[in-house]
């Protein structure tokens, strides 16, 4: 069974920086791109960042500059690193990836069970 697990929210200070990873486990043929969404309260989900497999990245207008996605191929792991978080950043932040699982080699879309970030002032 395919799982993305996410880690590295937390709170931090306007700012501040984190890094935010999303591993994947299970057995999986190819992995095709793979991005973080965020959702603040009362706010539809958003794209944050999005890195295909060949490192391809693209990025919502507000974290251009702050924020840098990347991806590990050989762990499965893709991270987010966030730097000069402002309070505005403060939302359950999603990872999303686009794989070929082994068990029904259908492509399908995963998303992790969130984790939250909360930027105080």
């Known amino acids: 069974q395919v799982q993305l697990v996410e880690s590295g929210g937390g709170l931090v200070q306007a700012g501040g920086a984190l890094r935010l990873s999303c591993a994947t486990s299970g057995s999986i043929v190819t992995f095709n791109a793979m991005g973080w969404y965020r959702q603040a309260p009362g706010k539809q989900r958003e794209l944050v960042a999005l890195?295909?497999?060949?490192?391809?990245?693209t990025y919502a207008d507000s974290v251009k500059g702050r924020f840098t996605i990347s991806r590990d191929n050989a762990k499965n792991t893709v991270y987010l690193q966030m730097n000069s978080l402002h309070p505005e950043d403060t939302a359950v932040y999603y990872c999303?990836?686009?794989?070929?699982?082994?068990?029904?080699?259908?492509?399908?879309?995963?998303w992790g069970q969130g984790t939250q970030v909360t930027v105080s002032l």
């Open positions: 999303n990836a686009h794989l070929l699982p082994r068990a029904t080699m259908v492509p399908t879309a995963y």
């Open positions: 890195i295909t497999s060949s490192g391809s990245t």
